[in-house]
């Protein structure tokens, strides 16, 4: 079974930026498409982006235009760039292939407040 690890969360004001990282602990990383989930409380968890094994990019509308998703194959390791960040971007934030084939991390805690 694959492990994801993600890190990065943190405190930021709103319009402020943070980088997430999510670490595989598996090659099989490289073929599938991964993305980012959010889960605040009372909510179920959602879809945020997604990228593709050839590199191509989907987001929630919600976060277009200011988070970016990457992918390093090599290193197995998936990113979200998270730039003019507000309020209601605070979340746990997670990764995971698309189809949510694998067992969740523990996620990365995003807080957004002034």
């Known amino acids: 079974q694959v492990q994801l690890v993600e890190s990065g969360g943190s405190l930021v004001q709103p319009g402020g930026s943070l980088r997430l990282s999510c670490a595989a602990s598996?090659?099989?990383?490289?073929?599938?498409?991964m993305a980012w989930y959010r889960r605040t409380p009372g909510k179920e968890r959602e879809l945020v982006a997604s990228?593709?094994?050839?590199?191509?990019?989907d987001y929630a509308d919600f976060v277009k235009g200011r988070f970016t998703i990457s992918r390093d194959n090599a290193k197995t390791t998936l990113y979200l760039q998270m730039d003019n960040l507000k309020v209601e971007d605070t979340a746990v934030y997670f990764c995971?292939?698309?189809?949510?084939?694998?067992?969740w991390g523990q996620g990365t805690q995003v807080t957004v407040s002034s």
């Open positions: 598996s090659s099989i990383f490289r073929i599938y498409t």
């Open positions: 995971n292939t698309k189809g949510e084939n694998w067992y």
């Open positions: 990228i593709s094994t050839i590199d191509t990019p």
